[in-house]
């Protein structure tokens, strides 16, 4: 073998030759590759015995004074190279703050009590005046002061829950007033209590060609602000006809409301639920389960105190049981809108509305939307900018842990919302929606309540399975109770904003930004309105 040099260095060639010895030979021999390479050779290690000198030389000095020197630097980036475990690796650290934090079975050296930091501030400065300045000693501190901020937290949160569910599932006394003095108005004054509609327009009730919403309420304030609001946008309102459902106990202020607060040209009945004949005489299967939904939740939940002492559960999970024991959650009137084949035999189509929104533009073209032979127009859930309320899906409501639910269901399938719904009654009477409704909360009722959590959503969830027809998220815009992060562009795009959640816009734990959206629609001129002190503020 024989390797060439050139004089510039630039070109090495090697050849086949007969071994080693050949080689240095080759090397030896050639007496211009031997002055060149050694004068490279001197040149390199001259300049290498140069840098180990001023590198140890830098580091002696280094011992008696603040790093502060790139021999320094390089001391703490390289410990191992310039003093082999003379340092703990860099990298050691972080993972060990990591273990002390994450170990949940960890409690060597946490502190408790008033030594515990209580703020940023005060854990900076007991660090500063600790001796010992190590990250064990740092990750312990920091584990203490969460561990506590999350205590208190924890506690703070439950609190506000419990307000807010006792807030939302008391009458406001205003609310009792207005309700009082109506009955005794229908009592004693004889235009308190009018057909409702007026012979000569009880045809219309019957009539397809005009636009029927149902509202189902036994909140007067807020089912006029509903049908004010309705009327008030609509563009052709000699042609809207809502029929307003209640409860017996309801049914006598709120014709004396309507009776006196006319919305002509607009067609409004007000009807009880037992002034229908299927209701009071036939076997209705929701009542049924309502007394027994009640029973079970007395004897499963244990009451709001018994929610809210347990120290295992998140914070989410006690909300949703307190908002399960909501009376509006046993409410006749949240299971009313599965008996609407039944309630209007003779209507085609029906758009259904909460009690808990505001109409801002005209509903007309909901008629014009071609539903494809499905039953319920809905807005979906799971799409959109607000990750809070716009991201539920089937696994949100249904217990996906129950056999039942998890071998018949995706949990990943989008959900969607009550509130302002298209209801095709013609296509509804060719299914079985309302018998596997009434199956489902029995079935529920036997898995003492395990299949779901609350409300009349997850049931109707699974009734309307593969008969929900999505409607453009324009026509119904959720979550004005449960946040005040609204973009003031949304909600005057929307046609209709939902204050579900807690912070109804009729009591006194309701956003006030948000608020204003609904009181522009009660008259605080009215007696009634005055003499029971219903302020907009």
């Not at 410990?79 to 475990?85: D, R, S, V, Y």
Request: charged letters at 20%.
């Amino acid at each position: 073998m024989q390797l060439h040099i050139s004089p510039s260095l630039r070109h090495v060639t090697l050849l086949q030759g007969k071994g080693v010895r050949e080689f240095i030979k080759v090397k030896v021999g050639s007496r211009r590759l031997s002055y060149k390479m050694l004068f490279y050779s001197l040149l390199l290690f001259t300049f290498f015995l140069r840098f180990i000198y001023v590198i140890s030389s830098v580091d002696t000095i280094d011992d008696q004074t603040k790093c502060s020197t790139i021999g320094c630097l390089g001391k703490r980036l390289a410990p191992g190279i310039l003093k082999k475990g003379s340092l703990q690796s860099a990298s050691d650290v972080p993972q060990l703050i990591y273990k002390i934090l994450e170990d949940p079975s960890s409690h060597d050296g946490i502190v408790e009590g008033s030594e515990v930091p209580q703020s940023v501030e005060e854990f900076v400065t007991s660090m500063k005046g600790s001796n010992r300045l190590d990250a064990k000693t740092f990750a312990i501190k920091l584990k203490s002061m969460v561990i506590l901020l999350e205590q208190r937290t924890r506690k703070a949160k439950i609190q506000e829950y419990l307000y807010r569910h006792v807030a939302s599932s008391s009458i406001p006394k205003h609310l009792h007033c207005l309700a009082l003095r109506l009955a005794h108005e229908h009592a004693t004054n004889a235009a308190a209590r009018l057909q409702l509609p007026m012979p000569e327009l009880v045809p219309t009730l019957v009539n397809n060609s005009y636009f029927h919403f149902v509202l189902a309420s036994d909140n007067i304030l807020a089912a006029s602000v509903v049908a004010t609001s309705l009327v008030y946008n609509s563009l052709r309102p000699e042609m809207v006809v809502i029929h307003i459902i209640t409860d017996r106990k309801t049914y006598s202020p709120m014709q004396a409301w309507f009776s006196l607060h006319p919305l002509a040209p607009a067609v409004i009945e007000v009807k009880a639920l037992h002034h229908f004949d299927w209701f009071a005489k036939g076997k209705v299967p929701v009542l049924e389960a309502m007394e027994k939904d009640q029973k079970v939740r007395a004897q499963f939940r244990g009451g709001s105190s018994a929610i809210v002492s347990n120290n295992t559960e998140k914070p989410h999970v006690i909300a949703a049981k307190l908002q399960a024991m909501s009376p509006k959650y046993n409410s006749l009137m949240n299971h009313v809108r599965i008996y609407l084949p039944q309630m209007f035999p003779s209507l085609n189509k029906v758009v259904f509305l909460d009690d808990d929104l505001v109409v801002q533009s005209d509903l007309s073209p909901l008629w014009e939307i071609n539903m494809n032979g499905k039953v319920n127009g809905a807005v979906e859930t799971c799409k959109g900018s607000d990750k809070f309320v716009m991201s539920k899906r089937f696994k949100n409501y249904l217990n996906f842990s129950h056999p039942l639910i998890s071998k018949n269901f995706d949990a990943n399938e989008c959900a969607w919302a009550y509130g302002m719904n298209i209801f095709d009654l013609e296509a509804w009477r060719k299914t079985n929606i309302s018998e596997n409704y009434h199956h489902w909360l029995e079935e529920n009722l036997k898995s003492d309540l395990s299949l779901w959590q609350l409300g009349t959503l997850p049931p109707g969830l699974i009734a309307f399975h593969g008969h929900v027809h999505v409607i453009h998220p324009i026509w119904h815009m959720l979550g004005l109770g449960y946040q005040e992060n609204t973009s003031d562009s949304d909600v005057q795009r929307a046609a209709v904003v939902h204050f579900n959640g807690r912070a109804k816009p009729w009591l006194d734990i309701a956003f006030p930004e948000l608020r204003k959206l609904w009181t522009k629609y009660v008259n605080f001129s009215d007696k009634f309105i005055k003499s029971c002190h219903i302020t907009a503020s």
